[in-house]
């Protein structure tokens, strides 16, 4: 009882820390500028029809494209590993934490992608930092696209290695900075399909690019896998390439698989090296063996059951389709991920507001995530949306932009 009131008393001026002090004057500079972030609280099932704070709406901003976040039967998997083996892998996966579930998911995910193996990380997050900093030091040279995931932007800086930027998908600017890279080696990373914007990165292009100047391609396909390719194996797959001309692959388990984690695929030598000095994966637990049975149900589906991709696609095709029949400006993205750009982040937030108030969520995305005076909405779209529940969305678009 103590501690709860305590919680509630307002802070004093004069009795403030002075980091308290200091923070809560940046946290008003934030609200000042409409850049500051809430949370809302999702009550069950992360699906399409969506409970937030007490109330049923319909989710489209969600990286969940096929749906299977809900899906029963990757609840089902992960519980009977659950009451096979509990809950925690108990410790690092070279101490005493690798499961089965683990290795045949690692297994299972380098088979389908036709690499010669596949190790698996906690988080995307931790898999870029870790692959980066593993792979180039301060005699090296990272080369990276200015619009890259936040993840591969600091594996980059904590690298220690000469950091170059690319204009976003500009091949003249991508071989400028080749050209300048003056390390040892050279490690040339982008994001497949661009996070905040759903272009693709041109990868064959830039492949040629890498190996006339030597570098090392690595591709982290986040929104790529269980999306792109003629069975979901991802936009580098799709791109007809393979680990020679990538020999870095990262992707998520969090997105289309609907699990969490992620993983790095490629050679013998580059998984065994990272297995000695990727500290985001030495130092970290392993996941849950749970999570892996649940995603390895995941993989399975999506080998099996292209019809998800499928809905997927023709859903994007729609939205496309009713957008441009109702004005409503349309970025380049052919995949799931459909920015409507908005400029000023009172805007955006006033659209994503409009929507919520009809009943669909719609995130707001402002600065850091995308540069200043590009906020947007970011609609993303699921196998598991109806023809119905896009027809509403385009009707509250177009109403909202009047
Ligand atoms: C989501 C995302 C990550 C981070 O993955 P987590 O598993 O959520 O930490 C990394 N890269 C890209 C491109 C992403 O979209």
Excluded at 108 to 134: H, K, Q, T
Aim: charge should be neutral; proline fraction near 4%; include cysteine.
């Amino acid at each position: 009882m103590k501690a709860k009131s305590l919680k509630h008393v307002m802070p004093d001026a004069k009795t403030e820390n002075p980091l308290d002090a200091r923070l809560r004057g940046e946290l008003d500079q934030l609200r000042a500028r409409a850049l500051y972030r809430t949370r809302r609280v999702i009550e069950g099932a992360h699906g399409v029809r969506i409970l937030v704070n007490g109330r049923e709406c319909l989710n489209f901003c969600s990286n969940d494209y096929l749906g299977l976040a809900a899906d029963p039967r990757l609840a089902a998997a992960a519980k009977a590993a659950l009451d096979a083996g509990g809950t925690g892998s108990g410790a690092a996966a070279l101490i005493s934490g690798y499961n089965r579930e683990h290795q045949a998911l690692e297994e299972e995910l380098a088979d389908f992608l036709g690499r010669p193996r596949a190790l698996l990380f906690s988080s995307g997050w931790a898999a870029n930092l870790g692959v980066i900093r593993a792979l180039a030091g301060r005699r090296d040279s990272v080369i990276a696209d200015e619009l890259n995931h936040a993840s591969l932007i600091d594996g980059g800086r904590l690298s220690g290695a000469q950091y170059l930027r690319a204009n976003h998908a500009d091949l003249n600017a991508w071989a400028v900075a080749l050209a300048a890279a003056d390390g040892e080696q050279r490690l040339a990373v982008t994001d497949s399909v661009f996070s905040m914007d759903g272009d693709i990165a041109p990868l064959p292009q830039l492949a040629d690019l890498c190996a006339t100047r030597a570098a090392t391609l690595m591709v982290d396909d986040a929104h790529g896998l269980g999306v792109l390719g003629p069975q979901g194996e991802g936009a580098v797959h799709a791109a007809g390439l393979g680990v020679t001309e990538v020999p870095v692959y990262v992707a998520t388990l969090g997105k289309s698989l609907g699990c969490g984690g992620a993983f790095v695929a490629g050679s013998e030598a580059l998984i065994e090296y990272l297995i000695q000095r990727a500290r985001t994966w030495v130092f970290s637990t392993a996941p849950p063996p749970a999570i892996a049975a649940a995603a390895r149900r995941a993989l399975r589906i999506v080998r099996e059951e292209p019809q998800h991709r499928e809905r997927l696609l023709a859903n994007v095709r729609r939205f496309r389709a009713g957008a441009r029949q109702l004005g409503i400006p349309l970025s380049d993205s052919e995949t799931p991920i459909q920015p409507l750009v908005l400029g000023q982040e009172q805007r955006a937030l006033d659209l994503s507001q409009a929507l919520f108030d009809r009943g669909y969520w719609v995130a707001a995305i402002r600065p850091p995530t995308v540069p200043h005076g590009t906020s947007r909405l970011r609609i993303t779209f699921s196998a598991a949306h109806t023809a119905e529940q896009i027809d509403g969305l385009l009707e509250g678009l177009a109403t909202g932009l009047k």
